[in-house]
């Protein structure tokens, strides 16, 4: 069964800080993806990375910044962080390739005081 | 680039009703058509995911439509349980190594 581990299921941070979300998947999956997810929103794409080292911005890249080392390692980065960013962040990975279905982490619940 | 509408937003049915939700997309170059449950407080979990040389698919209550000429499909859920209320999520991908794109969702509330 795929697992998908996001390192923090609850974090709270101040304005301004630099804030790292990790996700981490036992897969071997090539595809990484980062999403947000507010009320009335749905499940907004942040970036995406196909292999390591390699990422596309997603619908709402601003404000965000993320990293790919290795391949089973994705991470988020707030690079200074602000209250409109509070909000569920969800990981997901996904195998290479069409008509494959994406699979989610628990999320980070983040709040940006 | 692809957009998926999903309507409606809220659904409340009465337990051992049936439930329906539908989406739309743009792009008709999308192939695979998978629906996301997600509990309170959960992650989305895939339920069912139908590909686009498939009309139908069922899975014991759960059933899903593809129609490819008008560039829609749907979800029913039949005989409704109050463990069905949730988030449902459609999503679409197109050809090639694409992320989904996902509706906005669909909160649906089964009443005992």
């Known amino acids: 069964d795929v697992k998908v581990t996001q390192s923090s299921r609850y974090l709270v941070k101040r304005t301004g800080e630099k804030v790292f979300l990790e996700c981490v998947q036992d897969m071997d999956h090539e595809n990484m993806f980062w999403y947000r997810q507010d009320p009335g929103l749905g499940l907004r794409l942040i970036y995406f990375s196909y292999d390591v080292k390699m990422k596309e911005k997603g619908d709402i890249p601003e404000g965000y910044s993320v990293s790919r080392e290795k391949k089973e390692r994705f991470s988020l980065i707030l690079e200074s962080a602000s209250t409109n960013q509070t909000s569920m962040y969800l990981c997901?990975?996904?195998?290479?390739?069409?008509?494959?279905?994406?699979?989610f982490g628990d999320g980070t619940r983040l709040s940006i005081l | 680039g692809e957009n998926v509408e999903q309507h409606p937003s809220t659904l409340s049915v009465q337990e051992g009703d049936s439930a329906v939700i539908k989406c739309t997309y743009s792009d008709s170059a999308s192939n695979y058509f998978p629906w996301y449950k997600q509990e309170l407080g959960k992650r989305p979990q895939l339920i069912i995911d139908?590909?686009?040389?498939?009309g139908e698919k069922k899975d014991q209550r759960i059933a899903v439509t593809l129609n490819k000429t008008a560039k829609h499909f749907s979800l029913h859920i039949t005989e409704t349980q109050p463990e069905d209320s949730a988030v449902y999520f459609c999503a679409a991908k197109g050809t090639g190594n694409t992320p989904l794109v996902f509706g906005k969702g669909t909160r649906l509330s089964v009443i005992a």
């Open positions: 139908i590909r686009s040389n498939v």
């Open positions: 997901a990975s996904s195998p290479w390739g069409g008509s494959q279905p994406q699979h």
